[in-house]
């Protein structure tokens, strides 16, 4: 039974969608780029319903509000012991968090690279922008995603539109680097009904050539799906990297070969598991 469960969950548009500039590789450079046309899309009354609609698809249960402090190999199986003070046993673990903030205590211990994450302050805003304060006249002028560019004296990322709910009454999303101030916000926005802050860890801080973690953290069935936002971090990549890892779990667990062999082209009776090109 899998405890730590999948949930799909991560120039000026690297800035935008990675909070940093172009020194990274050219394939999370090119998932950015294409995190930026107009063809982007989004499920009707929200995102949310996709990990909703899988977790409902699945056979599953769920422990919200409940964190693993230690994992622990007792050869062959898994003890995941939760804050909350209950302990669960399994046969394979999955890892499907960033381990580089966490502080869970894995026995054996587990090597994995030093990786920092790239903190993305976003606040909600409910109000009207400011025109003044980008030098114009009048609200409509301003348009609905400004964006900036790398200069260490502009105070965000970018704001954009979320919702126009009346004429003047609109919610709009902010990216940046730095928690907002009260007094910053009050001179970019005229009117700030709600303020709603989130600081969140968001993707790794990429620097290429990028080092990867193991996606296989032992020679058991300890798993980390994580490792894979090195190359890029979104719901997509993700969700390949997730089913790949549910792949490999099926594959090595049919597989009776000694655990040398073990490994991602490994042959397995149903050929449908097999993901060579990954
Ligand atoms: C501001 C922002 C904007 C983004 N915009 C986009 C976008 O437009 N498009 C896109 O595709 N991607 C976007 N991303 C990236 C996307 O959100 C992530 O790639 C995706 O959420 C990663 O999914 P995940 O399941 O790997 O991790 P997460 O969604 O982070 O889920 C991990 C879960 O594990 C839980 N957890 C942590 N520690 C423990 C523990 N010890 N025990 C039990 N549970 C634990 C956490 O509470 C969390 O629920 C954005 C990210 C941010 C922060
Ligand atoms: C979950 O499943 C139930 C029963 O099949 C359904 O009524 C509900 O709408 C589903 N919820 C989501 C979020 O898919
Ligand atoms: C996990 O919990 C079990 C049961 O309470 C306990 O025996 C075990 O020592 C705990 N493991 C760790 C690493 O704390
Ligand atoms: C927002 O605040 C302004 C000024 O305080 C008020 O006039 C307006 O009705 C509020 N709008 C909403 C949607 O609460």
């Not at 999948?6 to 450079?29: C, D, E, H, K, P």
């Not at 977790?55 to 964190?67: A, I, K, P």
């Not at 655990?259 to 991602?264: A, E, R």
């Amino acid at each position: 039974m899998v405890l730590i469960y999948f949930i799909f969950a991560s120039i000026v548009i690297t800035r935008i969608n990675y909070g940093q500039s172009v020194s990274m590789s050219g394939l999370a450079g090119a998932v950015s780029l294409a995190g930026s046309g107009g063809d982007l899309w989004a499920v009707e009354g929200g995102n949310w319903q996709m990990a909703a609609g899988l977790l409902n698809r699945s056979d599953v249960t769920l422990h919200l509000q409940e964190e693993i402090s230690t994992v622990t190999n007792l050869g062959g199986l898994y003890e995941l012991n939760s804050t909350n003070g209950n302990s669960y046993t399994c046969q394979v673990a999955v890892v499907a968090t960033p381990l580089d903030e966490l502080n869970i205590q894995f026995t054996p211990q587990i090597s994995i690279p030093e990786r920092k994450l790239q903190h993305t302050y976003t606040t909600f805003i409910r109000g009207l922008l400011n025109p003044a304060y980008f030098g114009l006249d009048k609200v409509s002028d301003i348009p609905e995603l400004v964006g900036t560019i790398e200069n260490p004296e502009l105070p965000f990322t970018c704001i954009s539109v979320l919702k126009q709910n009346k004429v003047n009454d609109v919610t709009y999303k902010m990216f940046s680097r730095q928690s907002m101030t009260d007094a910053l916000l009050d001179q970019i926005f005229s009117i700030r009904n709600e303020t709603f802050r989130i600081n969140w860890g968001a993707y790794p801080h990429y620097h290429a050539p990028e080092k990867f973690a193991p996606f296989m953290l032992d020679d058991d069935h300890l798993y980390y799906i994580n490792a894979f936002e090195n190359a890029a971090s979104t719901m997509e990549t993700g969700a390949v990297a997730a089913e790949n890892m549910a792949r490999l779990i099926l594959s090595r667990l049919s597989d009776k070969k000694p655990s040398s062999s073990y490994g991602l082209k490994t042959s397995t009776a149903d050929s449908n598991l097999q993901h060579p090109e990954l």
